[in-house]
């Protein structure tokens, strides 16, 4: 876990990266080349789903579908460049980001694209791991597991229902509502470190040093925020 003054340097980051923001965004990231464009159905087994997004909703969720679909869609029409980008590397990762590589584009006409990115996994496949990195998100995981899900958010909210709770949860949050909904018999063990951050459960909880207990304490759920909200909920 990261000390208190560490995750205070990700707030005063946070605070300069939305400078920026209020003016254009930088699109970059590695190997562009190796991506494609647009809606895809993936074929081929998928262990990991990585996604980067910007501005707008992401759903992950069973469908009964044989390949993992992703999707996306926006309240404009989506030229080449204002297209998600998705590849699958070597290590069966599947790879999603916002829009075309290099490009710049103003906040103004990301909040007008509001875009929604859906991606439906085959049902009852499970994932290795899940990570998001979203920035004016509002990220919904509906019943998908996965061993490990690993979140950053900044102004965003996360919500996920777990009927089987991954073996461990890690998020760093800068303005973000988490909302895990869990069965009344989940075992979890959360240490949470922050700044202005508040935690309601649901469920009973207990206190190991500066650690919630619920249940037999299982699955590992370690959260680092900056004016966040953790709620536990029953599903």
Known sequence: MKTTRTILAVAIATLM??????GNVEFGYQHPDRYSVGDATIEQPISDI???WFSGDIDILYSDNPGVCICEK?????NDTLSMRHYVDED??????????????????LKKLKKRLVIEVPRGRGLDEIEIDGVNT??????VLSREMNVDGVNATFKAFYPTLPEEINIDAVNTTLNLH???????TIELEGVNTEFRSELPTGKCGN?????????EVNIDAVNGNLNIKTL
């Open 211 to 219: 650690k919630t207990i619920l249940g037999d304490g299982k699955c």
């Open 92 to 109: 069966g990762t599947l790879n999603i980001q916002f829009c075309k590589n290099g490009i710049t584009l103003s906040t103004k006409k």
């Open 138 to 143: 509002n990220v919904t995981i509906d019943s």
């Open 50 to 52: 990585s996604v980067d």
């Open 182 to 188: 869990v069965p009344p018999t989940a075992g979890m």
């Open 74 to 78: 926006a309240d404009t029409t989506l």
């Open 17 to 22: 990266v939305s400078c920026r923001y209020n």
